[in-house]
């Protein structure tokens, strides 16, 4: 069992805290060649980001090396007029993969505290608030990534939750999303209280899932069957494109969700 954190009273925010050994953000030059295909097989094809300088791809390994919340905190609030969309989207990540950092290494008193912890910090919201005027500079992935974030973070009633979600299904994105950003999306969406609007959105998530299920891997295959079902959603199209490609796996593999 591992030692509960001595680096603070809250065991969260302490730089002796954790031993994660970081993440890897999303490349810049990841982007286009993150959906590779075999032949003859659909492919789904990523933009590239705009072109950024160097000082914002730097803040973002420091990000992905953090080892504690308190180090991306630094991170992010050291140049914040240098962090770009991006940035904050993978800053919040970081926030997310601490958590999930926790529960993997059974430091739960951690990982439960971390919710009400960054609620009350006020660089938390500071992020949040900046990265809203942002949202249409993020690629599919990293918007994908956000609403996963804010859902492990169990931050969903933050107003960029739904404005995120709407980036992503209402402004064009879906069309170039990878499957893997495509079931994480619809994993964080399951729980948008309103039916009607987790519907609609889910209608927007059914296009990529219709048109490119057979390029999903196992993993994102699984978890996109489960989303959909969880959110109500009834669409035979999507669930006859999600059996076919379910079919060309061998079921030796599954594994609960």
């Known amino acids: 069992t591992s030692e509960p954190s001595r680096g603070s009273s809250n065991g969260v925010n302490g730089s002796r805290g954790g031993r994660r050994q970081g993440f890897e953000v999303p490349a810049d030059e990841d982007e286009a060649a993150a959906c590779a295909a075999a032949p003859g097989q659909a492919v789904s094809v990523l933009p590239k980001r705009p072109p950024r300088n160097a000082e914002c791809r730097t803040l973002d390994k420091e990000l992905g090396a953090s080892r504690n919340p308190e180090d ?20 919040i990540y970081a926030l997310a993969h601490c958590k ?23 660089r938390w919201s500071q992020s949040c ?91 994102a295959l699984t978890m996109t069957c489960y989303a959909f079902a969880k959110a109500g959603h009834r669409d035979a199209d999507v669930y006859e494109a999600l059996s076919a490609a379910l079919m060309q796996h061998d079921f030796a593999e599954l594994r609960p969700v």
Do not use: I
């Open 129 to 219: 608030r900046a990265l809203r005027p942002k949202l249409s500079e993020l690629t599919a992935r990293d918007a994908a990534n956000v609403l996963w974030s804010l859902a492990t973070l169990d931050a969903r009633s933050e107003p960029l939750f739904l404005d995120t979600a709407s980036a992503l299904c209402s402004g064009g994105k879906l069309s170039v999303c990878d499957p893997v950003s495509v079931s994480k999306a619809a994993w964080a969406l399951t729980s948008v209280p309103s039916r009607d609007q987790r519907l609609q959105l889910f209608t927007h998530l059914a296009v990529p899932v219709v048109l490119r299920a057979e390029t999903f891997p196992l993993g």
């Open 100 to 122: 999930k950092h926790g529960e993997a290494d059974g430091n739960y008193a951690q990982s439960r505290g971390m919710s009400s912890w960054l609620r009350n910090d006020g």
């Open 72 to 91: 991306v905190f630094a991170v992010g609030m050291k140049d914040v007029a240098v962090m770009d969309a991006a940035n904050w989207a993978n800053l």
